[in-house]
């Protein structure tokens, strides 16, 4: 069974090359894969491209390469792979830093911070207690954007507290 969630994390194939293109063996170099079992990778039919065909990656090429570059090095056999990947759709083109595999459940996810609406969720649930006036004074006159939740909630929280 697909886990739509895990489907988010895909480069779909779009044959569009990264501004600074990258071969198959700097990546293999990269994150410590030898060359040939790259190659081994294609031939035992997990890998959808023959990197020694191909000179440059577009992203979804690379993200695969990486992906199952990443399990291999990390000890994974081709019969542990199999079994890893049963559950993912071909190509593997899954973005490596994204999904995590959960021994548990056995099965791959997506990061928890990166689920649906989640950074919506913690945000409201802050807010909740929050006097509202006093955190727009501290955030105008004392607070660095960056400084809170990595930035990444500051356009949710100006709307709300904004539109309130």
């Known amino acids: 069974m697909i886990d739509n969630d895990i489907e988010k994390a895909r480069f779909y194939e779009t044959g569009q090359l990264p501004l600074f293109p990258v071969k198959p063996i700097e990546i293999c170099n990269s994150i410590g894969l030898n060359w040939l079992v790259a190659k081994k990778l294609y031939k035992d039919g997990l890998l959808s491209f023959n990197p020694s065909e191909i000179d440059r990656l577009?992203?979804?090429?690379?993200?695969?390469?990486?992906?199952?570059?990443?399990?291999?090095?990390?000890?994974?056999?081709?019969?542990?792979?199999?079994?890893?990947?049963?559950?993912?759709?071909?190509?593997?083109?899954?973005k490596s830093d994204e999904v995590y595999y959960d021994w548990s459940l056995q099965k791959w996810r997506r990061m928890p911070h990166l689920q649906k609406n989640i950074r919506e969720k913690i945000a409201e649930e802050w807010l909740e207690g929050l006097d509202k006036g006093q955190f727009l004074y501290d955030w105008i006159n004392e607070i660095e954007p960056k400084d809170v939740f990595n930035n990444w909630i500051y356009p949710y929280l100006m709307k709300v507290i904004l539109n309130n």
């Open 58 to 94: 577009d992203y979804a090429q690379e993200s695969e390469l990486v992906f199952l570059g990443r399990l291999v090095v990390a000890g994974c056999d081709k019969v542990m792979l199999e079994r890893l990947l049963k559950s993912l759709k071909k190509p593997y083109q899954y």
